[in-house]
Every structure is written in structure tokens, then in C-alpha cells.
């Protein structure tokens, strides 16, 4: 009989060694980061755990829900979208949200994960619905923040904030494509054409603007040479002229010397011979003076003039 009551107590102990282990094992609650664990007490809302150690009753506290407080992607599933000029596009994209309220989380829907999903697909179609289908390509961003914009002012009775929502795809129908590439094509060809006529009027501006200048630079070089030519012949007539006036000076001084009048009338004489059968080879019409043989009187008016242009010097002096 004692050994049935040691064992029994025993046992008794061995019991409520493995109930306080349970009971820890249920009361302690180790919480990740980012993380928030919603509590229960008799099936009431009681606290939200936060990371860290945390501990709870066991049996009368119970873990009801489990949130992520990191941002979550939700990619929406595709849907077909009918814009302002009647053109259906398959629009997909992707959801960014991040739980602020655990407990509206909770307890603020059934499934918030659902509802925001639901929401935006049905903001996307009220959004593109009140574009043409050119704006839907050009106004992504627009669309974007008008889809967040809806969406993050429902969702704050969720404890959800939505961050941003993206457009993954915008697909026309197959006839709009084709459509949409023959207009590409025509639209580059334009832009070619465009180019290219550009291209031959600007040719011709450059071309006729060398020929101006070209012009200009040719006349203002004839112009130049013009003066250069008539400077050269002022320069040719002054030389002359001073060698012309070296000439007769020297004349007149050597009319001065002894025998210099001798001199003079050969020279005069030679001349006026060399004259007269010059003419007489280079015309057909022979000149001769009146009297052939008064050529000692040429001679002598000659020297006369001579005498008189060396006498003026020396008057003049």
C-alpha cells in the first residue's frame, strides 16, 4: 500500500511538471520583427503583441490573427477596360500595401487582401473609362495616382495603407495594334519626308549663300586689281614723266657744253630721216614735206625749241 501511494504521488508530480511546461510554452510568445500578433481573451479583442517577448494566459488568451507589417505586393489579376472612345485594353498590375492597424486589419473585414484587390480593379475600369485610348498610354503616372488615391481612402478603415499601384501591361485588341503601327509607320515616313525636304531647302540656302559670297569675294577682287592696275599706271605716267623731265634737262645742259648745238642737230636730223622712212614702210600712203631738201630748216626750228625749253631754266633762275 505504500508503494502504490509513492508512485501515485510520483506520477501526480511528474503530471504537473509537464502541465507548467505547457502552460510556459503557451504563456510565452517570442514575436518576429515586423511582425504584430493580435490577442484574444475569451474570444474578446485583448492587445496586439508587438516584436520582442511577450507573454499571454494560457487557455484564456489566444493568438487570433498573424500580420506582416513589411509592404506586400499584390499583383491584381488582369482585366478588360473599356476607355471613353469605346476600345477595350487588358490592364494588369501590381499593388503595393503595408498593415498599420493590426487590429482593423483584423477585425475591420473579412479579408482585406480581397477588398483592396476588388477596389482597385474597379477604380482602374471608372479611371480609364473617362480617357480616350492615346491618353491611357501617355497618363500611366495619372492613372496610378488616381487608382492609389481611391484605393488608400477606403482602405484606412482596413488598417492598410496603400503605397502605390502600378500598370504592368495596357493591351489594345489586335485590330487596334495593327492600326497602331500603321500609324507609326506613316507618322516616321512624315518625319522622314519632313527631314529630307529640310535637308534639300537648307542645301539650297547654303548653296546660294557660297555663290553670294563667292560673288562678293570676285568683285571685291576685281576691284582691287582695278586699283592695283590704275595705281600702276599713275606710278608708270609719274616715272615717265620725271624721266621725260631727267630726259631734257640733261639735254639742256649739254646744248650748254661746246659743241653741243652740233650734237643736237645731228640727233634732230637722224631722227626726222629715221621718221619719214619709217612711215614710208609701215602706210601705203607715202608723206613726204613740201620741200624735201629744207631739212637743215626743220632742223633749225627744232633747235630753236630746244634752245628756248634750256634757256628757260636758267631765266627762271
Known sequence: MYLDM???????????????II??????????????????RLGKFHKVLNPGLNFIIPFIDKVAYKHSLKEIPLDTPSQVCITRDNTQLSVDGILY???????????GTSN?????????QTTLRSVIGKMVLDETFEERDVINNQVVAAIDEAALNWGVKVLRYEIKDLTPPA???????????????????????EGR??????????????????????????INIAEGKAQATIAIANATAKALETIAQA??????????????????????SNLAKTNNTLIVPNNLSDVSGMV????????????APAATK
Open 112 to 120: 482585406y487582401i480581397i477588398a483592396i484587390t476588388q477596389l482597385a
Open 255 to 276: 646744248t650748254q657744253a661746246e659743241g653741243g648745238n652740233t650734237a643736237v642737230n645731228l640727233k634732230v636730223a637722224e631722227q626726222y630721216i629715221e621718221a619719214f
Open 201 to 226: 531647302k537648307q542645301e539650297q540656302i547654303n548653296l546660294a549663300n557660297g555663290a553670294r559670297e563667292a560673288a562678293i569675294a570676285k568683285s571685291e577682287g576685281e576691284k582691287q586689281s582695278e
Open 6 to 20: 509513492d508512485f501515485s504521488g510520483g506520477s501526480v508530480a511528474l503530471i504537473l511538471i509537464i502541465i507548467a
Open 97 to 107: 500595401f503595408q498593415v498599420t492597424d493590426p487590429k482593423l486589419a483584423s477585425y
Open 23 to 40: 502552460f510556459a510554452v503557451k504563456a510565452i510568445k517570442v514575436i518576429p520583427q515586423q511582425s504584430a500578433w493580435v490577442i484574444e
Open 175 to 197: 485590330v487596334i495594334l495593327q492600326a497602331m503601327q500603321r500609324q507609326i509607320t506613316a507618322e516616321r515616313e512624315k518625319r522622314a519626308v519632313i527631314f529630307e525636304s
Open 300 to 311: 633749225s626750228s627744232v633747235m630753236k625749241i630746244v634752245q628756248s625749253t634750256s634757256q
